[in-house]
């Protein structure tokens, strides 16, 4: 599965980005779709995700309430739509890929990962 995120850049703080990962190589509609973040100097985090039927999605508690993840089975996109986005937010943002995944808030579960997009949150 081959994951290339878009959709980063530099954004004043309470702006707004939507990323977007466009999935290519397999059954887009059976993988379990993530986003992970890592800021300079820390580790990558869970922020987001949803599961393979689109029932049911799960944010990490920093981002509830501002970020909504969705995806485009038709397109093979999942996406991160960002509001009221904060300087705290900047890091390079993934998205991972899990078969049959259900909400999985672990990195260890995701095999497929893309490159990364930055997201730069300026005060």
């Known amino acids: 599965v081959q994951l290339p995120a878009s959709g980063g850049g530099l954004v004043q703080a309470p702006g707004s980005l939507r990323l977007s990962c466009a999935a290519s190589?397999?059954?887009?509609?059976?993988?379990?779709m993530g986003w992970f973040r890592q800021a300079p100097g820390k580790e990558r985090d869970f922020v987001a995700t949803?599961?393979?039927?689109?029932?049911?999605?799960y944010y990490a508690d920093s981002v509830k309430g501002r970020f909504t993840i969705s995806r485009d089975n038709n397109k093979n996109t999942v996406y991160l739509q960002m509001n009221s986005l904060k300087p705290e937010d900047t890091a390079v943002y993934y998205c991972?890929?899990?078969?049959?995944?259900?909400?999985?808030?672990?990195?260890?579960?995701?095999?497929?990962w893309g490159q990364g997009t930055q997201v730069t949150v300026s005060s």
């Open positions: 190589g397999r059954i887009f509609s059976d993988y379990g």
């Open positions: 949803i599961s393979w039927s689109e029932i049911m999605t």
């Open positions: 991972a890929a899990q078969y049959k995944g259900v909400t999985n808030t672990a990195q260890d579960g995701y095999p497929y």
